[in-house]
Nanobody, 114 residues
Framework: VQLQASGGGLVQPGGSLRLSCQSS????????VTWYRQAPGKERELVAS???????TYADSVKGRFTISRDSAKNTFYLQMNSLKLEDTAVYYC?????????WGQGTLVTVSS
């Protein structure tokens, strides 16, 4: 399984971006798909995940602003990020758990700056 993340870029505070993570393997409902991020000088943190196909979890810092979703037909999952803040600047990584196996995508940089 390979994951290809895309969609990062430079955006002003208050703006929006949508990250995508294309999987080379079929995503099924039992898979756990997750977005993490790592800001400069900080540890990697969970941003949002989907388990069981529909149950979503969000970090408190992004609740109400970010939405994780998946499109099984396209083997892709997304992170819609709205009302971006300076502190959302980070490298965002997609992650997929298939049973006991875990896969990471390469990071995509999101820079929020005025």
């Amino acid at each position: 399984v390979q994951l290809q993340a895309s969609g990062g870029g430079l955006v002003q505070p208050g703006g929006s971006l949508r990250l995508s993570c294309q999987s080379s393997g079929r995503i099924i409902s039992f898979d756990i798909v997750t977005w993490y991020r790592q800001a400069p000088g900080k540890e990697r943190e969970l941003v949002a995940s989907i388990t069981g196909g529909t149950r979503t979890t969000y970090a408190d810092s992004v609740k109400g602003r970010f939405t994780i979703s998946r499109d099984s037909a396209k083997n892709t999952f997304y992170l819609q990020m709205n009302s971006l803040k300076l502190e959302d600047t980070a490298v965002y990584y997609c992650h997929r758990r298939v049973g006991a196996a875990m896969y990471w995508g390469q990071g995509t940089l999101v820079t929020v700056s005025s």
